[in-house]
């Protein structure tokens, strides 16, 4: 062997042996940060994770967002990515101070003129716009600062602005007519997209621009929401160890995974309330006794307790606790004035004129039976509600027949006025809800329930700053709806997580979202 070809193979081999070296070591990383990914397992899919353009929000699509102003754990109203806010006297206009340095997703900065272009898309496009308010102008003030003008004074902006819907996002990513930011996503929240794959899973890695509260930054390398909508599937994924954290656990399983070793079970209770409603411009609701009487007729302890296992809240008043505007002066009203009463709620509707009884025991006006379709998505949790609540109307001699819809089925029937009853709910985390889209003039979508009284208390609590103002006209609004009843407020359900393998995990207690800084997983 000559010398130079003896060299050039020892050359070879010794560049073999780096590359193989520096193969290996990027392979010994890869595996490191596999350790620290967490599997996150849920039942839905978001249909996008532009939070201009989604129908839904919640841990999936959520966590790319910062959110311009928080919540701490007991619903006090904190700086975020605005640090100072002043009130006009007149109370329609606010000047916003913003934190400095901050960036988007793409390294852009997050500046005024950043949350001025994302607040213009949502007005123009978001099915959310509503929570904006009423906005005149948005004006660049500084490279920090911004001030917004409403046509009317708008109080519920600040608790809407704790939310993601007005979270901005980076508009410099999106093409010429503002879409397709789920091509090159960027906003400024803890998670920074990785990749999505439609039908199967969404992934994310964390912002290492975010303030994770330690020098140490985040306690994981990378999430993977996977969406399973078998219930059997979830579960059986979650016990074989595939799943980190199992979301929305059905109830009939928690007493089994309760069980399994080192799985913990966290409750958090929801701030979305469960209702019995129905449309109020027919004429059989048309009589308060007669919706007096199915408030009387419902008895929320035996459906929390069959359907739910007892994993639920009841609830009387229009507003459940986490929402700004519950009162517990209107609560302990509710529950005495609509107390679980057969007798009485029989004795209402005879004194409405239903007082005859066909052979089955359905009551009877004027020959008519009270018959009534009730609407129920298919989660088999509300389906059952939905039939221990025909049995309770049937009690009092109203029969109820029950139709399964696709839950876009009703969102888009509901507003038209297309059903007789339906179990439903709804959560937002301020009193404004109960204009915007339960009672408001034009905005009851779902109960189409007419009073002139109530709409102008509404519109009041929605223009009024003080706060303890407007806790007097949402009293004073609740108090006749109580006494309206064009409903039947049911439950608050907890909200139940399995996880294991996490040094530390936490939910929000209001906004029932991971807090993706105190997550950190075992090591």
């Given at each position: 062997?000559?010398?130079?070809?003896?060299?050039?193979?020892?050359?070879?081999?010794?560049?073999?042996?780096?590359?193989?070296?520096?193969?290996?070591?990027?392979?010994?990383?890869?595996?490191?940060?596999?350790?620290?990914?967490?599997?996150?397992?849920?039942?839905?899919?978001?249909?996008?994770?532009?939070?201009?353009?989604?129908?839904?929000?919640?841990?999936?699509?959520?966590?790319?967002?910062?959110?311009?102003?928080?919540?701490?754990?007991?619903?006090?109203?904190?700086?975020?990515?605005?640090?100072?806010?002043?009130?006009?006297?007149?109370?329609?206009?606010?000047?916003?101070?913003?934190?400095?340095?901050?960036?988007?997703?793409?390294?852009?900065?997050?500046?005024?003129?950043?949350?001025?272009?994302?607040?213009?898309?949502?007005?123009?496009?978001?099915?959310?716009?509503?929570?904006?308010?009423?906005?005149?102008?948005?004006?660049?003030?500084?490279?920090?600062?911004?001030?917004?003008?409403?046509?009317?004074?708008?109080?519920?902006?600040?608790?809407?602005?704790?939310?993601?819907?007005?979270?901005?996002?980076?508009?410099?990513?999106?093409?010429?007519?503002?879409?397709?930011?789920?091509?090159?996503?960027?906003?400024?929240?803890?998670?920074?997209?990785?990749?999505?794959?439609?039908?199967?899973?969404?992934?994310?890695?964390?912002?290492?621009?975010?303030?994770?509260?330690?020098?140490?930054?985040?306690?994981?390398?990378?999430?993977?929401?996977?969406?399973?909508?078998?219930?059997?599937?979830?579960?059986?994924?979650?016990?074989?160890?595939?799943?980190?954290?199992?979301?929305?656990?059905?109830?009939?399983?928690?007493?089994?995974?309760?069980?399994?070793?080192?799985?913990?079970?966290?409750?958090?209770?929801?701030?979305?309330?469960?209702?019995?409603?129905?449309?109020?411009?027919?004429?059989?609701?048309?009589?308060?006794?007669?919706?007096?009487?199915?408030?009387?007729?419902?008895?929320?302890?035996?459906?929390?307790k069959n359907t739910l296992?007892?994993?639920?809240?009841?609830?009387?008043?229009?507003?459940?606790?986490?929402?700004?505007?519950?009162?517990?002066?209107?609560?302990?009203?509710?529950?005495?004035?609509?107390?679980?009463?057969?007798?009485?709620?029989?004795?209402?509707?005879?004194?409405?004129?239903?007082?005859?009884?066909?052979?089955?025991?359905?009551?009877?006006?004027?020959?008519?039976?009270?018959?009534?379709?009730?609407?129920?998505?298919?989660?088999?949790?509300?389906?059952?509600?939905?039939?221990?609540?025909?049995?309770?109307?049937?009690?009092?001699?109203?029969?109820?027949?029950?139709?399964?819809?696709e839950s876009a089925t009703?969102?888009?029937?509901?507003?038209?006025?297309?059903?007789?009853?339906?179990?439903?709910?709804?959560?937002?985390?301020?009193?404004?809800?109960?204009?915007?889209?339960?009672?408001?003039?034009?905005?009851?979508?779902?109960?189409?329930?007419?009073?002139?009284?109530?709409?102008?208390?509404?519109?009041?609590?929605?223009?009024?700053?003080?706060?303890?103002?407007?806790?007097?006209?949402?009293?004073?609004?609740?108090?006749?709806?109580?006494?309206?009843?064009?409903?039947?407020?049911?439950?608050?359900?907890?909200?139940?997580?399995?996880?294991?393998n996490f040094e530390n995990?936490?939910?929000?207690?209001?906004?029932?979202?991971?807090?993706?800084?105190?997550?950190?997983?075992?090591?």
């Open positions: 062997m000559t010398k130079k070809l003896y060299l050039f193979l020892m050359m070879c081999i010794v560049s073999t042996l780096i590359f193989a070296g520096c193969n290996k070591d990027e392979g010994t990383d890869s595996k490191d940060k596999g350790d620290r990914e967490i599997i996150v397992g849920m039942v839905s899919e978001p249909d996008s994770v532009d939070i201009h353009r989604t129908s839904s929000a919640g841990d999936s699509n959520i966590a790319m967002y910062d959110t311009l102003l928080s919540l701490d754990n007991d619903g006090n109203i904190l700086p975020n990515i605005v640090s100072e806010y002043e009130v006009d006297p007149n109370g329609k206009a606010v000047v916003f101070k913003m934190k400095e340095g901050l960036k988007f997703h793409s390294g852009k900065a997050l500046d005024a003129e950043a949350v001025k272009l994302s607040m213009e898309r949502l007005m123009e496009s978001s099915p959310f716009s509503s929570n904006a308010g009423d906005i005149d102008t948005i004006e660049v003030l500084s490279e920090y600062s911004f001030k917004i003008e409403w046509n009317e004074p708008f109080a519920p902006f600040f608790l809407n602005a704790t939310s993601p819907y007005l979270a901005p996002l980076d508009v410099s990513v999106l093409n010429a007519e503002g879409e397709e930011f789920e091509k090159n996503p960027s906003a400024s929240g803890a998670l920074k997209l990785s990749e999505i794959k439609r039908g199967d899973s969404i992934t994310y890695v964390p912002n290492e621009d975010f303030d994770w509260g330690s020098s140490d930054g985040a306690g994981f390398d990378s999430v993977k929401f996977r969406f399973i909508p078998d219930e059997e599937t979830r579960i059986l994924e979650f016990k074989k160890g595939n799943i980190d954290v199992l979301t929305d656990v059905p109830y009939q399983y928690i007493e089994e995974l309760e069980k399994e070793e080192g799985v913990t079970i966290e409750r958090v209770p929801n701030y979305v309330l469960s209702y019995l409603g129905w449309n109020n411009k027919l004429p059989k609701f048309q009589d308060v006794k007669v919706r007096q009487a199915i408030a009387m007729a419902i008895d929320r302890d035996s459906i929390i296992r007892g994993e639920a809240q009841p609830v009387f008043g229009p507003l459940p606790k986490a929402t700004f505007g519950h009162s517990e002066k209107i609560e302990n009203m509710a529950k005495e004035k609509y107390a679980f009463d057969v007798e009485k709620a029989k004795g209402l509707l005879s004194e409405a004129g239903w007082n005859e009884t066909d052979k089955d025991g359905v009551v009877m006006k004027d020959g008519e039976k009270f018959t009534v379709d009730l609407w129920v998505d298919d989660d088999p949790a509300n389906s059952r509600a939905a039939q221990i609540i025909q049995n309770q109307l049937m009690e009092i001699g109203i029969k109820v027949s029950i139709s399964v819809k009703i969102i888009e029937q509901t507003p038209k006025g297309q059903h007789e009853m339906l179990l439903w709910g709804f959560g937002w985390l301020d009193a404004d809800v109960l204009n915007f889209l339960l009672f408001g003039k034009d905005k009851s979508t779902r109960l189409h329930y007419q009073n002139e009284e109530i709409y102008s208390l509404l519109d009041e609590g929605a223009i009024e700053m003080n706060q303890d103002a407007r806790m007097k006209l949402y009293e004073e609004a609740q108090e006749m709806l109580v006494e309206e009843s064009p409903w039947v407020p049911l439950y608050v359900k907890e909200n139940i997580t399995a996880i294991r995990f936490e939910i929000h207690p209001i906004r029932n979202a991971i807090v993706w800084p105190g997550v950190e997983v075992s090591k």
